[in-house]
């Protein structure tokens, strides 16, 4: 299959594709995939957005030096597993200030990256929102329902 197949099924168009000149199917291509990229581009940044990540925090950039303890190698296996496919759980226990928050948020990310939708909120503001709600079991069926939701 070629990628214009691809592109042509995903946008669905009318017209079959065995009706296009060589020269309209290869602007086809062109237009079809920089427009592909945009959508992806548009759905990362919604996603982002909605997570509730307040800083972006990549695993390139955590400080791996700054505390030798934290299991580098541990959690670059997890990030390498299925763990978006299977239900998981991960907790990260430690003291402030080691790199939780940063590893989570970075986990987080990367699951976006890949189209994943994630909350990440943190436990007072999880308590407040629930003290709020005017009605607590469909906050909590929302959070029940989010692929990747972390509690920080």
């Known amino acids: ?5 691809d592109l042509w099924k995903t946008f669905r168009f009318l017209t079959p594709l065995e009706s296009l000149s060589a020269s ?10 920089e427009e592909q990229k945009k959508r992806e581009l ?16 990549l695993l390139s ?16 296996e ?21 790199g939780k928050t940063h590893i989570a948020s970075a986990l987080c990310h990367e699951a976006i ?3 994943v939708k994630t909350a990440f909120i943190g436990l007072f503001d999880l ?15 929302y959070y029940a329902r989010v692929p990747v939701l972390c509690i920080d």
Do not use: C
């Open 113 to 115: 990256l890949k189209g």
């Open 42 to 57: 548009k759905r990362i940044e919604y996603l982002l957005r909605m997570s509730g990540i307040k800083r972006e925090k």
């Open 78 to 98: 997890f990030l390498h597993s299925d763990w978006l496919q299977k239900p998981v759980n991960l907790v990260l226990i430690g003291p402030a200030g080691v």
């Open 24 to 33: 309209d199917e290869a602007f086809l291509l062109r237009f079809l995939e």
């Open 61 to 76: 950039t955590f400080n791996w030096t700054f505390n030798p303890k934290i299991p580098k190698d541990k959690i670059l």
């Open 127 to 141: 308590h407040a929102k629930l003290a709020r709600a005017s009605n607590i079991y469909s906050l909590i069926e």
């Open 1 to 5: 299959m070629t990628p214009l197949t």
